[in-house]
């Protein structure tokens, strides 16, 4: 099978893309009820309560940097409630492996594309041993101010992958992280945006043991990306 290995598939648009994302601020919040998957352990009030989480300016160099630590643990990791992931959406943009980029939804890979997949392998920095680039998927999005927004991922091969991981996702400087369960065929993060973008949207591969011990990247192959605009919250 013919692969490609990518550096970046839109090196046109970053180029475009580079003056507006270094000067760009963002906000990104938990939609209405998002971390209640079990409702009865959730304090209702916290919850109503939790500020918005505003991001700083960034660009592309800035989250390639960014390396595979253990302090991923001090993350803050996000669940979203069924109500939330089953909202209706207004549009949406996808790519695949067929179709690698779409207007309004650009992607830097730093792995490899086949027929099938984009894999997100570890990539070794070479500064110093076992240390990993965090980040080596980055979306290029351009969301509306005001508007909420679901990213989905959907996963190769779900039953190969180990339990109780995670992904970890970063929009501008602050990162969260997203939980894996075995068998799970998809990964989804919800978001709101309130800054013009353009924005970055970065994606690491699949980690291990990020609590009881030294967080292991593991491969993430993804059949497909969708992020959608969602109709309002009722």
């Not at 070479?126 to 080596?136: D, E, H, T």
Request: charged content about 20%; overall charge positive.
């Amino acid at each position: 099978m013919k692969k490609i290995t990518i550096l970046s598939i839109a090196i046109a648009v970053l180029i475009s893309y580079s003056t507006s994302i270094t000067h760009a601020q963002s906000t990104i919040s938990n939609l209405p009820k998002s971390n209640q998957l079990n409702s009865k352990s959730v304090n209702a009030a916290a919850l109503a309560n939790q500020p918005k989480v505003t991001l700083g300016k960034t660009d592309l160099k800035t989250v390639e940097n960014k390396k595979l630590t253990n302090d991923l643990s001090k993350l803050t990791q996000l669940q979203f409630s069924p109500a939330e992931l089953e909202r209706n959406r207004v549009k949406s943009w996808e790519i695949t492996p067929a179709r690698p980029f779409t207007p309004g939804l650009d992607l830097t890979l730093h792995g490899v594309i086949d027929k099938k997949a984009f894999s997100l392998r570890p990539v070794y920095s070479g500064q110093a041993q076992g240390q990993y680039q965090l980040f080596n998927m980055f979306l290029m999005i351009n969301p509306v101010v005001g508007k909420d927004y679901k990213l989905t991922l959907e996963i190769e091969k779900p039953e190969q992958l180990p339990g109780n991981s995670e992904v970890i996702v970063d929009l501008g400087l602050q990162s969260w992280r997203l939980p894996y369960n075995k068998n799970q065929k998809t990964i989804t993060l919800l978001f709101s945006n309130t800054t013009p973008g353009p924005h970055i949207l970065s994606i690491s591969p699949l980690i291990s043991q990020l609590q009881t011990g030294k967080p292991t990247p593991t491969t993430l192959s993804l059949t497909k990306v969708t992020l959608e605009e969602l109709a309002p919250a009722q």
